[in-house]
């Protein structure tokens, strides 16, 4: 089956820990995002990535890293920088990138719960 | 800046009755409008989407959509939910640099 997949499904860190979520993508998508959902305010884009070893910043970055080395994985790095890291993490992918990637219809994995204790 | 608007947060509705959630979008050219459910802990799922063309969109699991541009929305509506239909809603649009999402509607859906 085609689909994207995100591990673990749920993940507890340590206040000053750095936590790393998995995305894996086999539908051939060129581009890929990572968002974060918090109750009540829908999704805000933390990074997102057209083409293999480039990647841009959403509108909130900060605290958070992410790499594409392979066109099919975009793992997302929580920091200790992220004051308040507790929320539900999506990933998507979608068929085009360059001008059309926010026209195109994006595929959501079943997301990461993060929790800090 | 494009945004969007999903003015009702929560809507309880009776199985079997009709539902229609509204949504309203600000974008400057022509908009890629989408809906997406999601249910508790689980991802997004694509329920239909606008690009251009007919005004109403059909989607999967029985609901439809209606773009009117004089009024910038995109209301989503099912003649008949289901108790299954009990999840989040999230209208989305689709622009140059992002895909900017509602706060969502929540539906419940009472026997």
């Known amino acids: 089956d085609g689909g994207i997949t995100q591990s673990p499904k749920y993940l507890f860190r340590k206040e000053g820990q750095n936590v790393t979520l998995s995305c894996e993508q086999n539908?051939?998508?060129?581009?890929m995002y990572w968002y974060r959902q918090d109750p009540g305010q829908g999704l805000r884009l933390i990074y997102y990535s057209q083409i293999v070893n480039d990647f841009q910043k959403g509108d909130i970055a900060e605290g958070y890293s992410v790499s594409r080395e392979k066109k099919e994985s975009f793992p997302l790095t929580v920091t200790s920088a992220q004051k308040n890291p507790t929320a539900f993490y999506l990933c998507?992918?979608?068929?085009?990138?360059?001008?059309?990637?926010?026209?195109?219809?994006?595929?959501f994995g079943p997301g990461t719960r993060l929790t800090v204790l | 800046a494009q945004s969007v608007t999903q003015p009702d947060i929560h809507i309880t509705v009776s199985e079997g009755a009709s539902l229609e959630l509204r949504c309203n979008y600000s974008?400057?050219?022509?908009?890629?409008l989408f809906w997406y459910v999601q249910s508790p802990g689980q991802g997004l799922q694509l329920l239909l989407k606008?690009?251009?063309?007919?005004?109403l969109v059909q989607g999967i699991k029985g609901f439809e959509a209606e773009f009117k541009r004089s009024q910038s929305s995109f209301n989503l509506r099912k003649p008949s939910v289901h108790w299954s239909d009990a999840a989040e809603y999230f209208c989305?649009?689709?622009?140059?640099?992002?895909?900017?999402f509602g706060a969502g509607t929540t539906v419940t859906v009472r026997a």
């Open positions: 998507a992918s979608s068929m085009r990138s360059g001008g059309g990637a926010f026209t195109d219809t994006q595929y």
């Open positions: 989305a649009v689709g622009g140059d640099y992002k895909l900017s």
């Open positions: 974008y400057g050219a022509t908009p890629y």
């Open positions: 539908l051939n998508h060129d581009a």
């Open positions: 606008y690009f251009s063309g007919d005004t």
